[in-house]
């Protein structure tokens, strides 16, 4: 009984460690943990091979006793049992199952109704899957995120006959769904299947065996970060042995760490200066690359990510090299990096949020090169995030805009429905009401289609606008910033003005001293996400705007910079009622990130992705309110007040 005696210890050993930690031992029981189980509906789905990791329990209570968790035998080495058991092992070795088990499946999880031997066997043998006559069991429907997901997964399975690939987290589907070249039309030809069948085979195999042991995430979930992370054209030729490469390359970013978010929220003191030995290693000069996805000339946005690239290199003169490259597309984007490593440059500064995944693998494979991307959303070790706490600045512009109004109507122009658009049109409209307790904030998109320039708002009551912030070089146009609107003139009273050059300065020192990688560890997720209090954003005011009225902007300026004062403490309602913060508290970091409502004195909608202009979508489905990357509060160490 070799092999029965090897696998009782592993169960004892598992058993011991549940009685200790106060747990049940045995294996997870579905009658019991879903007492109405009788009278919910259900559905045969045959005969099937199903993923063995995912049978986790019996139906009733029966043989689980013979059982710790993960189907190991526990009962004494000279039973029948135990006989039995060893008997069918060494049956399976030499011909393998010849009978299917018989399980429900509930919520994605698999639960032995007959055949829990032939399940311990094989799980004790490693087999990857098991044939299985399955009934479905449907839950009840409701808004628990579990349950979301899990109608999701029935519906994919049901369009594709892809049961293995289980995601855990809501929009997983739509999400594949979306990746550009996974399906050409409405329904899923063969050769898509078959075709994404076959990715995942080979990605399953490699991902199990290759984290085995190892805290990661659930597979169906490794494979979307896979795929976001390379793309599903680039990977889906793939064969075996590539899939095991490219898995390799991101195993850290696979693997389950508490606290792995390590959030800096302001500029902080240089670190110490490294030990004598390593700064010996330490580069005499920087290479530094900053790619833009549009001309300079003719995007706002890439004009003062340029002016910071000017100033960081007057800053450190002959010490720092720059390349300003223009990437349109994200496989312009990937030759454009790899060229650029190949001629030596050793840091890599992607100015926009569509840049983060043309970059992950050329990170992955070049460790030693230094990649920051502009974004808000990131989990990538291997690339650092930065991003301006712009809502800070713009409730200072809100309360500007309340003092302006005498109506109380005021408008406000946003960009594009992305994480930290709401939390900015939130700031504002609340720093409008905190002078003016009757401001209403009139919101409209300039990436929407029915977006008029001329325009904006129909209701010729709403005469201050605060619209987008700068204006870019090529363009002539006054409408940025706050303005009033009198008599078809625009009267430009404050703009936000943002200093790309105090980060991109610091952290090309920091590389230059060796420090870059000394004050957070490379093993976690790294994201900046500075404000006021860094000097890296700030409102300029017009000579027209009314000295006196600026003294109560400046007073909330200096509380912001400090610390004492947030724009996001007390109550706090949607437009649908719902406290969103307590009267008594302020919102944490990831809350305000997480935004994706708005203020009760907004009087406006967040645009779904069929109402924007052809060339807004690819940022909103990557980091849209409704987009790919949809946040999790809990995934954030940094959701603290």
């Not at 399953?204 to 795929?227: H, I, Q, R, V, W």
């Not at 991307?373 to 713009?394: H, V």
């Not at 430009?492 to 590389?511: C, D, H, K, Q, S």
């Not at 970091?589 to 779904?608: F, Q």
Request: glycine share 6%; net charge negative; with cysteine.
């Amino acid at each position: 009984m070799d092999h029965y005696s090897k696998a009782r210890r592993d169960g004892l050993r598992v058993y011991q460690a549940a009685i200790q930690a106060n747990a049940d031992p045995y294996l997870p029981v579905l009658e019991e943990k879903v007492p109405n189980l009788a009278s919910l509906s259900r559905l045969s789905l045959g005969i099937m091979a199903i993923p063995l990791d995912r049978v986790i329990g019996s139906v009733s209570r029966g043989r689980s006793y013979a059982f710790s968790e993960g189907f190991l035998p526990i009962l004494e080495a000279g039973s029948e049992f135990a006989a039995k058991w060893e008997h069918l092992c060494e049956s399976v070795e030499q011909s393998g199952v010849n009978q299917p088990i018989t399980v429900l499946e509930y919520l994605g999880y698999y639960y032995v109704i007959e055949g829990n031997k032939r399940t311990s066997v094989m799980k004790y043998l490693n087999a990857r899957d098991i044939e299985a006559d399955v009934t479905r069991v449907y839950p009840p429907r409701s808004d628990d995120p579990e349950i979301v997901s899990y109608y999701e997964y029935c519906d994919f399975a049901k369009e594709t006959g892809l049961y293995s690939l289980f995601c855990s987290r809501p929009g997983s589907y739509h999400r594949l769904l979306s990746l550009p070249g996974i399906r050409a039309g409405d329904a899923w030809t063969e050769d898509e299947i078959l075709s994404l069948r076959k990715l995942y085979h080979y990605f399953s195999e490699n991902y199990l065996t290759l984290m085995k042991g190892k805290p990661s995430l659930p597979c169906g979930d490794a494979f979307l970060t896979y795929l976001a992370a390379f793309g599903y054209r680039d990977v889906r030729d793939d064969d075996m042995a590539k899939t095991a490469e490219r898995i390799r390359l991101m195993s850290k970013e696979f693997e389950l760490r508490e606290g792995r978010v390590n959030l800096v929220m302001e500029q902080v003191e240089p670190a110490a200066p490294v030990p004598l030995i390593s700064a010996l290693f330490r580069p005499s000069k920087i290479k530094a690359a900053f790619l833009f996805n549009r001309s300079i000339e003719d995007s706002a946005w890439n004009y003062w990510h340029n002016l910071g690239r000017l100033e960081a290199e007057e800053k450190l003169g002959d010490k720092l090299e720059t390349a300003a490259c223009i990437v349109p597309s994200r496989s312009d984007c990937e030759e454009e990096i790899r060229r650029l490593i190949k001629d030596g440059y050793n840091a890599i500064f992607a100015t926009s949020p569509v840049m983060l995944n043309s970059a992950i693998e050329a990170a992955l494979e070049h460790p030693d090169v230094r990649f920051l991307c502009c974004s808000l959303l990131s989990n990538y070790t291997n690339i650092r995030t930065y991003y301006i706490r712009f809502y800070e600045a713009k409730f200072l512009l809100g309360i500007a805009a309340g003092i302006l109004s005498d109506n109380g109507k005021i408008g406000y122009i946003a960009d594009f429905p992305i994480y930290g658009a709401p939390a900015a049109a939130n700031a504002f409209a609340l720093g409008a009401r905190m002078v003016n307790p009757q401001a209403k904030v009139y919101l409209n998109w300039f990436s929407a289609s029915w977006f008029n320039a001329e325009t904006p708002f129909e209701d010729p009551e709403i005469r201050v606008i605060c619209n987008r912030d700068i204006t870019a070089p090529n363009h002539e146009a006054r409408d940025y910033g706050l303005y009033l609107r009198e008599n078809g003139e625009i009267i430009n009273m404050a703009t936000l003005v943002p200093r790309w050059g105090l980060f991109y300065r610091m952290m090309l020192e920091r590389i230059l001293n060796g420090t870059f990688t000394q004050s957070e560890s490379r093993d976690n997720v790294t994201n900046y996400w500075w404000g006021l209090g860094s000097s890296i954003v700030d409102v300029a005011f017009s000579s027209r705007f009314d000295p006196y009225a600026a003294r109560t902007v400046h007073h909330f300026r200096e509380q912001i910079r400090e610390g004492s004062f947030s724009p996001f403490e007390g109550e706090l309602r949607d437009q649908d009622g719902v406290l969103r913060c307590d009267a008594d508290r302020r919102l944490t970091p990831a809350e305000i990130l997480c935004m994706d409502y708005l203020a009760d004195n907004i009087v406006g909608t967040l645009p779904s992705m069929d109402e924007l202009i052809e060339s807004a979508r690819p940022l909103v489905r990557l980091q849209g309110i409704h987009g790919e990357l949809k946040p999790q509060l809990s995934a954030f160490s940094w959701n603290r007040k």
